[in-house]
């Protein structure tokens, strides 16, 4: 049974940082696509990061671009979201995905595992 588990969210001021952690377990996703995804409150949950392939190519939502950094780690079949500058307009709850097949992917209709979400607050 594939799982897939997050961590490292809480409550932070503006400006702050926080790093996610989601580590998956019951089947190792290296070269496969894994990302995070994010829905605030009365909001549809989007697309934030994803990285994939042998080299680990990062992809970002704009609003993002230049603030967080997503990183895996194939030996620990764990991905990382490195959240910096965080504005109140981030605060979420943060998704991990993960797809069985290869191929970059922004859709989370693309990803077929997830966790159960980590709440990430910012305060003005």
């Known amino acids: 049974q594939v799982r897939l588990v997050e961590s490292g969210g809480g409550l932070v001021q503006t400006g702050g940082s926080l790093r996610l952690s989601c580590v998956a377990s019951?089947?190792?996703?290296?070269?496969?696509?894994m990302g995070w995804f994010r829905q605030a409150p009365g909001k549809e949950r989007e697309f934030v990061a994803t990285?994939?392939?042998?080299?680990?190519?990062?992809r970002y939502t704009d609003s993002v671009k230049g603030r967080f950094t997503i990183s895996r780690d194939n030996a620990k079949n764990t991905v990382y979201l490195q959240m910096s500058s965080l504005k109140p307009e981030d605060t979420a709850v943060y998704y991990c995905?993960?797809?069985?097949?290869?191929?970059?992917?922004?859709?989370?209709?693309?990803?077929?595992?997830w966790g159960q979400g980590t709440q990430v607050t910012v305060s003005s």
């Open positions: 995905a993960a797809a069985g097949s290869p191929g970059s992917r922004t859709s989370q209709y693309e990803y077929d595992y």
């Open positions: 019951g089947r190792t996703f290296s070269g496969y696509p």
């Open positions: 990285i994939v392939g042998t080299f680990s190519i990062p």
